[in-house]
């Protein structure tokens, strides 16, 4: 074969010829903010609609790079300030140095401060940094108007919880204040109505106060709700001893007109003061008692010398006992009841003046007498 003819076969087509089947492609359409997507098993196609700019495959050198965007400021929840608070003042506790106490507890302070001016319509801000302060009271006695300033404002906002009113209670208790103590105690029995002890604390300052018939009346609310035959018997002996004062004087006073809380502070204070090291007293340094909220309650200067109520032993082989009291006037009645002891014999009042009385037998007895005594002022 010369060369014209395998030139002339190179340029015949083959035959048969070879078909390249024709593909069919099938697209699925995505609608897009920026125009129509069209899938295909081939890849993406994208079509624009007439606002979309053109892709840009070059680098932008305006564009901010990528470590330089700043995250998104998510705003603090009051749990998290209350929290902070909470892990501080537990610090403050555990630590032993000094200034680490300090430091902690400011920082405790500061983080309740804080949740009172990022939610100042949230009750638990006032409450925390209240309970704070009231754990610094001993060494720090002038912080007391400082709790009761921020357990009122708690109050004002949740005026039904109980854990509040018990915490103002034990607040006036410490300050010496019967009157709004009572009150306190008063609104949380409503509103804890199965909780023995807050009955049991009002009852016994009701006594204290001289109001012997209200004391009856939250003694005998106590039995209904007490289930211990200990307690039970306990409180039975108090009751039985109260009912027979009330009846030997049936003017005994009682508080059954209203009860006046002290006015609520209109202005709470947001900031707080801190401790400073060189305002402790105490020799052993700031001392921090955290609230013992589960613990009776006792109004800090009802004594045997201003109480009108108390409980006193007449010891073994001694005829008789001098109790002085500030509430004795010329005529005030005094009440006494053998609770332990003396049993057959006849406990009386031997004397009285204007600033004491004397209690005993007309000869003494083997062994020690506890017994009651109240005082009954007449009525106006």
């Given at each position: 074969m010369d060369i014209n003819q395998i030139i002339d076969n190179i340029n015949q087509p083959l035959n048969p010829p070879i078909q390249i089947p024709k593909q069919k492609i099938n697209y699925v359409p995505l609608l897009s903010i920026s125009g129509i997507t069209l899938l295909s098993f081939g890849g993406?196609?994208?079509l624009k609609s007439k606002n979309t700019s053109s892709l840009n495959t070059s680098p932008n050198t305006n564009q901010t790079p990528q470590n330089d965007i700043k995250p998104t400021q998510v705003p603090k929840s009051i749990q998290h300030y209350l929290?902070?608070?909470?892990?501080?003042?537990?610090?403050a506790i555990e630590t032993t140095d000094q200034n680490q106490k300090i430091d902690y507890?400011?920082?405790?302070?500061?983080?309740?401060?804080?949740?009172?001016?990022?939610f100042p319509n949230d009750y638990r801000g006032y409450h925390q940094r209240g309970r704070i302060y009231q754990s610094l009271i001993d060494s720090k006695p002038e912080l007391l108007s400082q709790v009761i300033s921020d357990f009122s404002s708690a109050f004002k906002i949740k005026p039904d919880s109980p854990e509040i009113t018990r915490d103002l209670a034990s607040i006036y208790a410490k300050k010496g204040d019967a009157q709004n103590t009572i009150a306190y105690l008063a609104q949380t029995v409503q509103l804890e109505p199965t909780k023995a002890q807050n009955f049991y604390d009002l009852a016994k300052i009701q006594q204290q106060a001289g109001m012997l018939n209200d004391a009856l009346i939250t003694y005998n609310s106590l039995l209904t709700i007490v289930t211990d035959p200990i307690q039970k018997t306990q409180i039975e002996t108090e009751k039985n001893a109260l009912e027979k004062i009330v009846a030997q004087n049936p003017q005994a006073p009682s508080s059954s007109q209203k009860i006046i809380i002290s006015p609520i502070e209109e202005n709470p204070k947001i900031d707080s003061p801190t401790i400073q090291a060189t305002d402790i007293l105490s020799d052993k340094g700031?001392?921090?008692a955290a609230p013992e909220i589960e613990n009776k309650i006792e109004v800090s200067n009802q004594t045997d010398s201003?109480?009108?109520?108390g409980n006193s032993i007449l010891p073994s082989n001694q005829s008789?006992?001098?109790i002085e009291n500030t509430n004795l006037s010329e005529t005030s009645q005094i009440?006494?009841?053998?609770?332990?002891g003396g049993k057959n014999k006849n406990l009386k009042?031997?004397?009285k003046t204007n600033y004491s009385f004397t209690v005993g037998f007309d000869t003494p007895i083997a062994e020690n007498v506890e017994f009651k005594w109240w005082i009954i002022k007449a009525s106006d």
């Open positions: 993406l196609i994208l929290l902070t608070s909470q892990q501080f003042f537990t610090k507890v400011n920082k405790s302070i500061l983080a309740a401060s804080d949740a009172i001016k990022e700031l001392i921090i201003n109480s009108l109520s008789s006992i001098t009440y006494v009841i053998a609770t332990k009042i031997i004397s």
